[in-house]
């Protein structure tokens, strides 16, 4: 994330094992040069065609993502959110 590398961790908020309050969690604890700026930055509504999808907390380099509806196996759970959000990271685009 510091040479610029573009990151998103993301997690739907149906898991269980991999769920999405530790993942948040370890986002939040990553030691990284915009690690004050990430951790003041508030989570952001994320809609996908005019429907809530999740949440996004973004900043510089690193975005997470709470995935609504969706389990360990999101891109199955909830494709059409996940692929605007596999298009968007792609394209460089951000979220919200």
Do not use: K
Request: hydrophobic share 45%; glycine share 10%.
């Amino acid at each position: 994330m510091q040479a610029g590398i573009q990151v998103v961790i993301y997690a739907g908020d149906c898991g269980f094992i991999c769920n999405w309050l530790g993942n948040q969690a370890w986002t939040l604890d990553l030691q990284w040069a915009g690690q004050a700026g990430f951790n003041a930055a508030s989570m952001q509504p994320w809609s996908v065609a005019g429907e809530p999808a999740g949440e996004v907390r973004s900043y510089e380099s690193l975005s997470f993502v709470r995935v609504f509806n969706a389990g360990h196996m999101a891109p199955s759970d909830v494709p059409q959110p996940m692929q605007v959000l596999f298009n968007s990271f792609i394209a460089g685009q951000p979220l919200v």
